[in-house]
């Protein structure tokens, strides 16, 4: 074992597969109050946090589809949903926009809506954002925001490895979880699989072990001179 301070422990590892589980993170605002108000009114997976804001009025931020699904999400629980988009339009599917206006419960879609600033004390009590056409200031009173303009994979470690699209997810073989380098597999949010959930991406790491026995086992014998090389 060899010196890597590349490593947490300041060691290097070798070995004859490499299972890429690394997923991804939510792409966030960067605004005051965002960091400080994550978990007190601050959200990023509309999956599993909507029912936290049952009876509350919350705003959701990102007019693809990943906010409108988070509209869609919050139905049942909010008592009022505003969705803002910083462009002229919303980008996400035309007939899910058709459905989501139907509901009274989406109070407005506010567009060229450019956030400023999560407020609050203890818990999140609103929103305030730019309306960039006429350059107001205004201040949505919510109990929750959900942030929902996507997630960038954690896949800077293995880019120049194999191969990664153009949204920088690893491609696999979604039939046994390989990469575009032999020996290295990958599964989960990482990947360019479509379906990002934690029950999805725990499936695709059985699948991507598997995939690394099988590998193993049917790999050539090199001598040990050989494996050195």
Excluded: W
């Excluded at 947490?8 to 966030?28: F, H, L, P």
């Excluded at 200031?137 to 954690?154: A, H, Q, Y």
């Amino acid at each position: 074992m060899t010196t890597d301070p590349s490593t947490g422990s300041g060691q290097a590892y070798q070995g004859k597969t490499v299972i890429v589980a690394s997923g991804a993170r939510r792409r966030k605002l960067g605004i005051p109050g965002e960091d400080k108000f994550e978990g007190k009114g601050v959200a990023y997976c509309s999956t599993c946090d909507a029912p936290i804001f049952r009876d509350k009025k919350v705003a959701v931020v990102g007019g693809g589809n990943a906010g409108l699904e988070a509209v869609q999400d919050l139905f049942p629980y909010a008592t009022e949903i505003y969705l803002l988009e910083y462009g002229e339009s919303l980008k996400g599917d035309p007939k899910t926009v058709e459905e989501i206006k139907k509901n009274p419960k989406l109070k407005e879609i506010i567009l060229n809506a450019q956030t400023l600033e999560v407020v609050g004390e203890t818990l999140v009590t609103g929103l305030k954002y730019k309306d960039k056409v006429s350059g107001q200031e205004k201040t949505l009173e919510v109990g929750g925001i959900f942030v929902e303009i996507g997630s960038v994979p954690n896949s800077e470690i293995v880019k120049d490895l194999v191969q990664i699209d153009d949204h920088k997810q690893v491609m696999i073989n979604f039939q046994h979880a390989t990469t575009s380098h032999p020996g290295v597999f990958a599964c989960g949010d990482v990947t360019d699989d479509p379906y990002k959930q934690n029950n999805i991406s725990a499936g695709d790491g059985v699948r991507a072990a598997l995939a690394a026995y099988n590998y193993l086992l049917n790999r050539k014998k090199k001598s040990p001179a050989e494996e050195k090389v």
